[in-house]
């Protein structure tokens, strides 16, 4: 059993310890096997930390049960991926509330890039089922990962195409990764972890209650490079998850739907309020986002990179680690270069091929 496993995920049960100090903690002590080896007046000197919180850690109480929980998700082949684990999603790591950690059960992975969040109303027409299938059967050329919620109406729209495409298709679930919801959609779910995955920030058993659904719609929106709403009402979780998306700098597109409808109200509001982009096809996210089909399929390239600076060299390593790519900004702080000598630098990778330049100053390794 994975010690550091057990420990951060008796963080996660100790009452009083949310994501957060959480993280502080794991932040000031090292590691979260090392928060429990931590003399008790170290710990009340962490910033938020009171004595009932040392006196829970201190307790083994929420030890042991972190140890029958490891046990449970052995059984049932669900993964516990803390935030700092490679196949944590590293864009959902860079948003301020993301979890702790995550339950994940598939085969798909979370770091590639072009994952596309697809959500919409569940009472879905005919015109948003068929937009959504659209989209889907767009999106193929770009071997893209469709991400949805496994809800009623566009989410199991959303689902069903991508299996039938052969893309990776990920439901983000509210509830325990043993508690499919709704039952109806369990065959698909399960056709789905061939070539995709089930995520979920909530432990075995937890049933997926009306608050889950909301917090549920950020990981949607956190993981994705882009978020497409079908088709909305003016109220609705379709919305919550757009204007999460919106507020982490996601770009998100609405599908525009007649006036008089109640299901395009949602989408044409995000357009009218330019929240969202308009979606026409596939070729709006090839110029916003800059992306080329098969692009993914192309042969990586070795170049000795002995020949460049170290400052080059750094800047590389950092592109190969976060393969969803990094902002200009992300790589002065991350590489400790100025951003104008970086600007540089990376101007000689892009002429060299090695790397390319997204919008909204991001660059990502060819």
């Known amino acids: 059993m994975n010690e550091e496993e057990c420990c951060i995920l008796a963080l996660k049960l100790t009452p009083g310890i949310g994501d957060i100090l959480a993280k502080q903690l794991i932040s000031y002590c090292g590691s979260a096997s090392a928060i429990y080896r ?52 590293e864009r959902l790591k860079l948003v301020n509330d ?7 059960k598939g085969r798909a992975k979370f770091n590639g890039r072009k994952l596309v969040g697809i ?17 889907v059967e767009e999106l193929v050329g770009h071997e893209a990962v469709i991400v ?18 052969g893309l990776p298709t990920v439901a983000v679930l509210a509830g325990g990764l043993d508690k499919i919801y709704p039952s109806v959609h369990k065959k698909t779910a399960e056709e789905m972890l061939e070539q995709g995955a089930w995520i979920s920030e909530y432990l075995p058993g937890t049933k997926p209650e009306a608050h889950h659904f909301p917090t549920r719609n950020r990981i949607i929106a956190g993981m994705t490079e882009t978020l497409i709403v079908v088709e909305a009402a003016n109220k609705g979780g379709a919305l919550i998850t757009a204007n999460i998306a919106y507020s982490y700098n996601r770009e998100v597109f609405a599908v525009p739907g007649t006036l008089e409808h109640k299901y395009s109200e949602g989408c044409n509001a995000l357009i009218r309020a330019q929240k969202a982009n308009i979606y026409t096809g596939v070729k709006d996210l090839n110029y916003l986002l800059g992306w080329e089909v098969g ?10 990179m002995s020949a460049y600076d170290q400052p080059v060299q750094k800047i590389m390593e950092l592109l190969t680690e976060f393969e969803v790519g990094l902002h200009l900004d992300e790589l002065s702080w991350k590489a400790q270069i100025s951003v104008n000598e970086v600007v540089g630098h990376l101007l000689t990778l892009e002429f060299d091929g090695l790397i390319k330049s997204l919008p909204g100053k991001r660059y990502v390794k060819l």
Do not use: W
């Open 295 to 304: 692009e993914q399929k192309l042969s990586k390239k070795n170049f000795d």
């Open 98 to 104: 993301s979890p702790l950690l995550i339950y994940t």
């Open 148 to 165: 949805s919620g496994l809800a009623y109406g566009i989410d199991i729209v959303a689902h069903r195409a991508a299996l039938k495409a």
């Open 119 to 135: 959500v919409g109303t569940r009472n879905a027409t005919e015109y948003g089922r068929q937009m959504t299938k659209k989209i």
């Open 38 to 89: 931590e003399k008790k007046g170290t710990l009340l000197r962490i910033p938020n930390v009171g004595n009932k919180t040392v006196v829970s850690l201190n307790s083994g109480e929420y030890l042991k049960k972190a140890e029958e929980f490891l046990v449970l998700c052995e059984k049932q082949k669900i993964s516990i991926v803390p935030y700092f684990h490679k196949d944590y999603p």
